[in-house]
């Protein structure tokens, strides 16, 4: 089997066969062959990838043409479920994703995409400070210097202290409240007072970030915000960006619930397409196995897209 390289940053996988199932066909990859292994680069990706089963077509793109008959399908027009990524059914491994159009609203995903929750943990944080811009345009200021500090803090750096200054003064789970009539998603708390807890889906993740995206230029500050959003610090960063035509936005979320073990989430918009990655496992594979599976699943998603 062959693999493509999208970009330098992410490995596309050659392809093994589909399935069916009560929704539809399903688009599978094959295993990734570079993924990591260890406690802190992946799980096992081993496996018999050959399995004398009859050979199939070569790559993503034209296993959904044969599933579709048309060379020009959209992955998007695919039901949920539809096309499994290779990480998908690994070990231990929590793993829900949503890739959205962010023009006309179409999207596809894991088939728990919009109704698997999770908490948000540091991807609302773009949020909060799309937020503060929207409070400083609708009382006619512009946005003081402290807050405008806390937004690139807590973008940019992912500060927890920036962050919780922010939150408090939006008046706390107003805010996430306001995702509704704002952006359109309606999402819960686990735990209220505390915006890490903010209970999301994918599909609500990847609206979150697109609606921040979208919507921050007509507030004050919004270019700067998206300049913020398109320079994560290494540490947060998944890796996946690289990959990744123009300006992107990216807002990821990281924390090691003790024996829980790691939510790590992986959110990016970029031209007309949001993709976002929640994952949950074992702590013992630290944060890095976490950052292989949204790089693993962008490299699936992005081959069709």
Same mark, same amino acid.
């Given at each position: ?20 199932? &009560? ?24 496996? /018999? /990838? ?52 962010? /023009? ?14 999770? +908490? ?7 949020? =909060? ?25 807590? $973008? ?7 962050? +919780? ?28 007072? !505390? ?13 979150? =970030? ?6 921050? &230029?007509?507030?004050?500050?919004? /270019? ?19 990959? =990744?035509?123009?300006?992107?936005? +990216?807002? *990821? ?9 790691? *939510? $790590?989430?992986?959110?990016?918009? !970029?031209?007309?397409?949001? =993709? ?5 496992? &074992? ?17 699936? $998603?992005?081959?069709?897209?």
């Amino acid at each position: 089997m062959t693999a493509v390289a999208v970009a330098a940053a992410v490995a596309v996988p050659a392809l093994w066969g589909a399935g069916v199932t &009560p929704a539809g066909p399903v688009v599978r990859p094959a295993l990734h062959q570079s993924a990591p292994s260890g406690p802190d680069g992946g799980g096992d990706a081993g496996g /018999d /990838d050959g399995g004398g089963g009859a050979a199939g077509p070569g790559t993503l793109r034209e296993l959904l043409a044969a599933m579709t008959g048309s060379a020009t399908a959209d992955p998007l027009d695919l039901a949920p479920g539809s096309l499994l990524v290779d990480r998908e059914g690994e070990d231990g491994l929590i793993l829900s994703w949503a890739l959205l159009d962010t /023009d006309d609203g179409r999207w596809t995903g894991s088939a728990d995409a919009a109704t698997h929750r999770s +908490e948000a943990e540091s991807t609302i944080k773009a949020w =909060l400070a799309a937020d503060t811009l929207r409070a400083a345009a609708e009382a006619g200021r512009p946005v003081p210097a402290d807050r405008r500090a806390d937004i690139s803090a807590a $973008v940019r750096a992912s500060d927890d202290d920036a962050a +919780e200054r922010l939150y408090r003064a939006l008046g706390g789970d107003a805010s996430t409240a306001r995702l509704g009539p704002e952006c359109g998603v309606e999402v819960s708390t686990s735990r209220p007072g !505390w915006w890490s807890y903010t209970q999301v889906t994918a599909l609500d993740a990847a609206r979150i =970030l697109a609606c921040v995206r979208d919507r921050s &230029p007509a507030w004050p500050g919004g /270019d700067a915000l998206l300049a913020d959003l398109d320079a994560v610090t290494p540490d947060g960063r998944s890796g996946v960006r690289p990959a =990744l035509p123009g300006a992107v936005a +990216e807002k *990821n979320g990281w924390t090691l619930h003790g024996a829980d073990g790691w *939510n $790590v989430h992986c959110v990016l918009t !970029w031209e007309d397409r949001a =993709l976002a990655v929640l994952t949950t496992y &074992p702590a013992e594979r630290g944060v890095g196995y976490g950052w292989a599976v949204c790089r693993d699943v962008a490299g699936d $998603v992005l081959s069709v897209s």
